[in-house]
């Protein structure tokens, strides 16, 4: 659990003064630059009432992450019954390239730059799980018996990684948006067909 009982209790209308508090404040800085402190005075707490919601400002952070991925898969309609994971991925994809540009940015540019195995699995955790009953749901049918389970995810992982740093050029500008789609779509295509059972034509 990433928040505090108490914290589920709180009004709607302060859950999301706190959390807005928090999100503006990972939008401007730098993880490590990010102060409790800062928050509880924005979101207009006491720093005391804030760890009495949530346990530091790891939590929080993750906290927002996650709803945010909810957020996403639900607005996507993803749904994880016979799922095909790269299809997860392209949505995924197509999806941050449109945040450019809104309000959303800024904290998607700082969650690049904070980017860690524990932030970035908040978006694969739910696509690659060790759990059984996901890894059941997994529709495979289309690709090859002859690649093993284990190097299946970690094909997903490259892929996954390979989006954000697609996504983090995109971003720095570093390159434009016909041009970030046309290359993540190759990269994913590239890296698909050489596991489907029938090829498909590039």
């Known amino acids: 659990m990433l928040n505090k009982p108490a914290f589920d209790k709180l009004k709607p209308e302060k859950q999301k003064r706190i959390l807005n508090a928090a999100f503006n404040e990972f939008s401007k800085y730098p993880y490590d630059k990010c102060s409790v402190f800062q928050i509880a005075k924005n979101a207009k707490i006491s720093r005391a009432s804030f760890y009495f919601y949530f346990s530091d400002k790891k939590d929080i952070y993750l906290y927002i992450l996650n709803k945010l991925k909810c957020e996403i898969f639900s607005d996507l309609k993803i749904k994880f019954d016979a799922v095909d ?81 697609s996504l983090h050029f995109y971003y720095q500008d570093k390159i434009n948006k016909q041009d970030v789609l046309e290359s993540f779509n190759k990269i994913t295509y590239y890296s698909i067909n050489g596991i489907l059972k029938e090829k498909q034509n590039a």
């Open 85 to 165: 994971p790269f299809d997860v991925i392209l949505k995924l994809f197509y999806k941050f390239v449109e945040f450019k540009g809104t309000d959303i940015q800024n904290f998607i540019e700082m969650f690049f730059k904070n980017s860690t195995p524990t932030t970035q699995n908040i978006f694969v955790s739910d696509i690659n799980s060790p759990k059984p009953d996901l890894k059941c749901k997994m529709d495979l049918s289309k690709y090859t018996s002859e690649i093993t389970e284990s190097q299946f995810l970690t094909l997903i992982d490259m892929v996954f990684y390979g989006m954000l740093k």
